[in-house]
């Protein structure tokens, strides 16, 4: 059975850092291209990164540009989201999802991701002094 359970998240001040986890079972998850997503209170649910297979190209919105890194942490099956210069307006309950491609159109994969069935519970990230 494939499983993703995303973690790290947690309570930071404004201008913080964290470093949220995506961890696979089931699947070699850098086989596969992965998303990540967040929805605010009251907010639809936005893509804000995907990274391709074995790294090799990554996409942020245009809202986490320059302030989030995603990469692959291979020794867990996972990814990872590295998020600095946290605002308020970061806070949100984040997921990541899996997905096969042939070729690697990101915001296509990102809305190919976000319908491919029910989510998990995410991990909360609230972002407050």
């Known amino acids: 059975q494939v499983q993703l359970v995303e973690s790290g998240g947690g309570l930071v001040q404004p201008g913080g850092s964290l470093n949220l986890s995506c961890v696979a079972s089931g699947l070699t998850l850098n086989n596969y291209a992965v998303g990540w997503f967040r929805q605010a209170p009251g907010k639809e649910r936005e893509g804000i990164s995907v990274?391709?297979?074995?790294?090799?190209?990554?996409y942020y919105g245009d809202s986490v540009k320059g302030r989030f890194t995603v990469g692959r942490d291979l020794g867990r099956n996972g990814v990872y989201l590295h998020m600095t210069g946290l605002k308020p307006e970061d806070t949100a309950v984040y997921y990541c999802?899996?997905?096969?491609?042939?070729?690697?159109?990101?915001?296509?994969?990102?809305?190919?991701?976000?319908?491919?069935?029910?989510w998990g519970p995410g991990t909360q990230v609230t972002v407050s002094s």
């Open positions: 990274i391709s297979r074995g790294d090799s190209s990554t």
């Open positions: 999802r899996a997905r096969y491609y042939t070729q690697f159109y990101p915001v296509q994969l990102l809305s190919a991701m976000a319908s491919s069935g029910p």
